[in-house]
């Protein structure tokens, strides 16, 4: 690759995530620092109420993020050792570690090139009689097929647990990711559509389903009538604090907003890179009729790399040269250290795999506007005609 002559550049490094936060935010962090109660409190239990509206009343709760929710969601559905749980392969390490922390198997299953997706027809291939439980993500906040994944569900009568952490904002068909289906696991980490600083939650099917959370996230401890507590089950220690709620409540007000101007930059990216990029390797740009359903959390593109001479690595420092941050969402979780312990070998999720290795995140954020996105494909052209690309 053809080293570029460094220029100095007025521009700021470009974030390619990063949480917008205004006066709403600091105030209500002011309001609960200075109230005296800054653990779990009346913020925390207005945001699940809050969440819950959006989530057309099923019962929400805070954790301290979305990977205790995914812990704390296989407590709550009794899996453990001896149970499988199908993951979608192209997602984030934090679903294949909490299956193996629980002592449960994870069985990994490749997505769809195009929308990152699981792809079902692979899952049914790996199903077994101990599959207890599915986890699909919704690939970058474009909802999977939500008819066929319940179907699915139905027919071999598994649960379900929606990683949906890239997809608060999203919507299938009007409905909003959350409101229906079965379990739901949302992220409130900085770069998400809306954060709690780091947070997460899980939206239930029943209140005592919700309840059995509150005892989950809070050590197993369950009060006796006499005033003293029980432990029925070694719980870990997931509250949410209220200076977290705080931020979120804010945020949430904020969030349709933010989604709206996220699509908007998708769009923009949309028509400048298909003069540079075959259409395979942009993002998907959301199901036909139904488009305003995603929710765009992340804009990951695939590199052609094998008609160039530059590796995937470079072309990040490049971009990063020219102040633009660059990330891999995702790698493999099947070819960590850990999961080629159990087995998972190169091969055996061929669409996952060439997704992980060629994949390239851009920025997209509430805080970018049109000339940012101009600016990144501009470097992005300049980048990869430099590494060989015609
Ligand atoms: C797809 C996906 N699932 C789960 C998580 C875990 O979320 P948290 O950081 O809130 O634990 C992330 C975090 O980035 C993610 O990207």
Redesign the pocket.
Known sequence: MKQSAPTPNPRPMMAFAAPRLGEEEFTAVDAVLRSGWIASGANVTALEGELSARFDGRPTRMLT??????EVALQLLGIGAGDEVLIGGQ??F??GNMVAKVGARAVFVDVDLHSRNIDLADAERRLTPRTKAIIP?HYAGLPCDMDALYAFAERHRVRVIE?A??AIGSSWRGRAIGSFGDIA?F???P??NMTTI???AIVCNDEADARRVEVLRFHGISRLPDQTRDVDFPGGKFNMPDVNAAVGRAQLRKLDGFCRHRRALAQRYREKLLALLPAGHLPHPGHEGDESGHSWNLHAIRLPLEHMTSTRSQIMDAMRARHVATSV??ESPHLTTWFRRDGWRAGDLPNTELIANTTLTLPLHAGLDDDDVDYVCGALAEVLHEGGWR
């Open positions: 993020s979305e990977t205790a929710a995914l997602t984030f934090s679903s993500t990683d952490a890239l696991l992220s409130f980490h770069n998400k780091e947070g997460g969402s995702y």
